[in-house]
């Protein structure tokens, strides 16, 4: 029997219990695969990250939800590194990360009594959907008339994937209610797809897009509070589909999410159009809610 300490860190907010938590094992080298997955069902976060040595990078970084391994987190790899930094296991403000999405740069800025931390993700993909509109949102407790059609319903990715769904009024994500057992027969193209609606209108006069994050039930989890690649994706989909001033290739954008089930959070995302795409990356910040011990 082996007690493994975990981190409860909370990403995207300043202020504990708000954001999104994750959970956090620093030092997980002598963890095997299903020890990893046993601990993220136990400790019960929408993902746990398990820190590990690389031979490519500066560290390795697993994510694991309740039901199984993802490649790529937002919000847990800005708890990772708010988790290394504050433990003195990280020293320098820019090294590389090792993830099953890629080598992806992180750098950190000390702002005050607070850390910045902002982390590339993988260059934005898209997927059309195909499915039946009325379907998607029935999936979330909504009508076909609270999708916003003038945009399109896409999946995205930069890192893992998502749907992406338009919704005309901010007011509709109060009544949303996901049925997550759905989505794998809806979602016909990538079954195993999360599902993100969002919205131009905001709690926060300064925030430029709101949305809410339904996991797929194969994570066994229902909702993520203040996602980070779903964050990225969105930001990449705004540069793609809604932003109309084309004299420059660059722009900054900040989402809010979880004001809906009280985890206020936010995420600024960078998007760079270049001729392979679009490139993303987040920026954020993190505290310390506790620490507590596992027996496996």
């Known amino acids: 029997m082996n007690e493994i300490k975990v981190l409860h860190i909370d990403a995207f907010s300043e202020i504990a219990n708000k954001g999104n938590p994750a959970?956090?094992?620093?030092?997980?080298?002598?963890?095997?695969?299903?020890?990893?997955?046993?601990i993220a069902k136990i400790a019960g976060f929408n993902e746990t990250a398990f820190i590990l040595e690389s031979d490519h990078s500066d560290i390795r970084i697993r994510f694991f939800t309740p039901g199984h391994e993802i490649d790529l987190c937002g919000h847990a790899t800005i708890a990772s590194i708010y988790a290394l930094r504050t433990n003195n296991q990280i020293t320098k403000d820019l090294f590389t990360i090792e993830t099953n999405a890629g080598?992806?740069?992180?750098?950190?800025?000390?702002?005050?009594?607070?850390?910045?931390?902002?982390?590339?993700?993988?260059?934005?993909?898209?997927?059309?959907?195909?499915?039946?509109?009325?379907?998607?949102?029935?999936?979330?407790?909504?009508?076909?008339?609270?999708?916003?059609?003038?945009?399109?319903?896409?999946?995205?990715?930069?890192?893992?994937?998502?749907?992406?769904?338009?919704?005309?009024?901010?007011?509709?994500?109060?009544?949303?209610?996901?049925?997550?057992?759905?989505?794998?027969?809806?979602?016909?193209?990538?079954?195993?797809?999360?599902?993100?609606?969002?919205?131009?209108?905001?709690?926060?006069?300064?925030?430029?897009?709101?949305?809410?994050?339904?996991?797929?039930?194969?994570?066994?989890?229902?909702?993520?509070?203040?996602?980070?690649?779903?964050?990225?994706?969105?930001?990449?989909?705004?540069?793609?589909?809604?932003?109309?001033?084309?004299?420059t290739n660059k722009l900054s954008i900040l989402v809010e999410q979880g004001q809906e089930i009280d985890r206020d959070g936010r995420v600024s995302v960078n998007v760079e159009q270049t001729s392979d795409g679009y490139e993303v990356g987040i920026y954020g910040t993190a505290v310390f809610v506790k620490e507590f011990k596992i027996t496996i």
């Open 23 to 38: 959970g956090i094992v620093l030092s997980a080298d002598h963890l095997n695969e299903n020890q990893m997955q046993r």
């Open 103 to 247: 080598q992806l740069p992180v750098r950190t800025y000390e702002e005050g009594e607070h850390l910045g931390i902002y982390m590339q993700q993988t260059p934005a993909k898209f997927l059309p959907c195909k499915s039946q509109v009325n379907k998607l949102a029935e999936s979330i407790g909504l009508t076909k008339e609270d999708i916003d059609l003038q945009f399109p319903i896409t999946y995205g990715s930069t890192g893992i994937w998502t749907l992406l769904i338009p919704i005309k009024k901010l007011e509709s994500f109060q009544k949303m209610k996901p049925n997550n057992q759905l989505f794998p027969k809806i979602l016909k193209e990538l079954p195993k797809s999360s599902v993100h609606p969002f919205c131009l209108e905001t709690y926060d006069d300064l925030a430029d897009m709101h949305g809410r994050h339904f996991s797929s039930p194969y994570s066994g989890t229902t909702e993520d509070a203040v996602t980070g690649t779903a964050s990225g994706v969105m930001g990449a989909y705004f540069a793609k589909y809604i932003y109309n001033e084309r004299d």
